[in-house]
């Protein structure tokens, strides 16, 4: 009864102008960011982290979880019309969208995305605002010990899944790590691989990172591919269909709890959401010769699953300062940029700000929803611009994303090297997910090995013998081992 309590109390404190104003622009400016070629949804957060510093913490994380969705959300449109996917996340839908498009049904897969988008919207903030109290609960327990596994666990299973070589995944999170380092130590203050420059005395900071790993970068690579027009025709009825939900709801519950499952997944993300939730109804579905070639219920459980993910990936961020997504890492550190220090304290400190957050995600899905009945055919001719003027005007909120935090020349030069660096390896395949969340869990990392080992006296032996940290251990052990092809054999003769 304390928490329905609490989230009224958050609810009533969003139904004012302003805030609905900041909540309509916000998830608009998420469509339209992923609308646009070459955006993605954590470049998105990012920039938009850097333009609400002088806000309060929930108008900050109002606007952001705003602009998640309606990113998350938007990107469909594109790969409907032109079978580009806005974000990774699309891309399951876009199998089918796309063929519905060309079949002259382009409407009835944007009335699809909308009802899929908001069914599992909607399921992931029941979610949310049931299981971060308890993981809260049950994270209280943890110490450094657990922390350190907790931590290093999301590193490894972000560079498992995403990707298609885990080696090459697990190097990029390790990368993140040692990014992480630099500058002084959390514990001491002393200098770690600052090579006599001052500049990197204050470290490598989180936002530039970001920004270049996912704006810089993905500017090199669009303007490295051949650019693809828009083909806008009439469209057909929009309308979100009643009959598609009643005909597919177990196709939405299922993709819904796989959706947000996934999200709680540390790194993994919104993309292994929609693919995880397309396998498994197909696999289930009486339908499944269908699926590809223009499935109703293939692009409903996409996107159902993709929009779960993200209450879901806010879950461990929030309970456990482990996010599960590279958009939910961005607003994470906005929150610390906020004053907000997410973690199992969060519940005990700040009980109300967690349910704005629950608040904030349900107004965000509302917000989805009336864009996409009202601002379909508007939205689709921002497809029209030319990226010869959107990537300048990308490259400048860049560069002033960047040094809009600290005010640093510096961290400029960082957001374009880390571009560079990020471009030339994902170009020989290596993901980026990992790369970002070893530089967001790095210092947990490291504190958490120095105090574990402080309050053992050096020995090793607590980070395996506690019970959960055992059981993290195992985890993350078997998780590498199942990579070894040797090991993969003996488990499948097992099996």
């Excluded at 197909?282 to 209450?311: C, H, V, W, Y």
Aim: net charge positive.
């Amino acid at each position: 009864m304390e928490g329905l309590g609490l989230l009224a109390h958050s609810l009533l404190g969003l139904a004012g102008p302003l805030h609905i104003a900041y909540a309509l622009g916000a998830t608009l400016v998420g469509i339209v960011i992923c609308i646009l070629p070459g955006l993605s949804a954590t470049l998105g957060i990012a920039l938009m982290t850097t333009l609400t510093v002088k806000m309060t913490p929930t108008d900050a994380i109002l606007v952001l979880v705003c602009v998640y969705v309606g990113a998350i959300y938007g990107g469909s449109r594109t790969g409907i019309l032109l079978n580009i996917p806005g974000t990774a996340a699309n891309a399951a839908a876009t199998l089918d969208g796309h063929e519905l498009a060309k079949q002259g049904r382009a409407g009835r897969a944007m009335g699809i995305a909308t009802t899929g988008s908001v069914a599992g919207s909607l399921f992931g903030v029941l979610c949310l605002a049931m299981l971060t109290p308890l993981l809260s609960e049950v994270a209280l327990k943890f110490q450094a010990y657990e922390f350190f596994w907790l931590a290093l666990l999301g590193v490894l299973m972000s560079g498992s899944l995403t990707g298609n070589d885990p080696l090459k995944g697990w190097l990029m999170g390790f990368l993140g790590l040692l990014t992480a380092q630099v500058g002084l130590d959390g514990i001491h203050a002393h200098e770690r691989f600052t090579f006599g420059s001052s500049d990197l005395t204050g470290g490598i900071a989180l936002i530039p990172a970001l920004v270049g790993a996912f704006g810089f970068a993905e500017i090199l690579m669009v303007m490295s591919e051949p650019a693809k027009k828009a083909a806008i025709n009439a469209v057909d009825s929009i309308l979100p269909r009643i009959g598609d939900v009643l005909k597919y709801w177990k196709t939405i519950l299922r993709s819904g709890a796989i959706g947000v499952f996934i999200g709680i997944l540390p790194g993994v993300g919104e993309d292994m959401g929609a693919w995880s939730s397309y396998a498994a109804a197909k696999r289930f579905s009486p339908e499944r010769d269908q699926f590809g070639k223009g499935s109703i219920e293939g692009m409903l459980a996409a996107e159902t699953g993709d929009n779960a993910a993200i209450p879901g990936a806010i879950i461990p961020a929030l309970a456990l300062a482990v996010p599960g997504s590279a958009p939910a890492a961005v607003l994470m550190a906005a929150m610390i940029i906020h004053g907000v220090q997410p973690g199992p304290m969060l519940m005990v400190n700040q009980p109300q700000f967690v349910y704005d957050v629950v608040a904030i995600t349900l107004v965000a899905t509302l917000c989805m929803l009336v864009f996409g009945l009202m601002m379909v055919r508007p939205l689709m001719w921002v497809l029209r611009v030319p990226r010869a003027i959107i990537m300048p005007v990308v490259f400048v909120l860049c560069t002033l994303g960047a040094y809009a935090i600290a005010s640093r020349v510096f961290d400029i030069w960082v957001m374009l090297a880390v571009g560079v660096v990020c471009f030339m390896l994902r170009r020989r395949g290596f993901p980026v997910a990992p790369f970002v969340l070893g530089i967001v869990l790095g210092d947990i990392i490291d504190k958490s090995l120095r105090r574990g080992l402080v309050l053992s006296d050096g020995d090793l032996w607590p980070f395996f013998n506690r019970p959960i940290a055992g059981v993290l251990a195992a985890v993350a052990i078997l998780t590498v081992l199942a990579q070894v092809p040797s090991v993969r054999r003996l488990f499948a003769r097992m099996a």
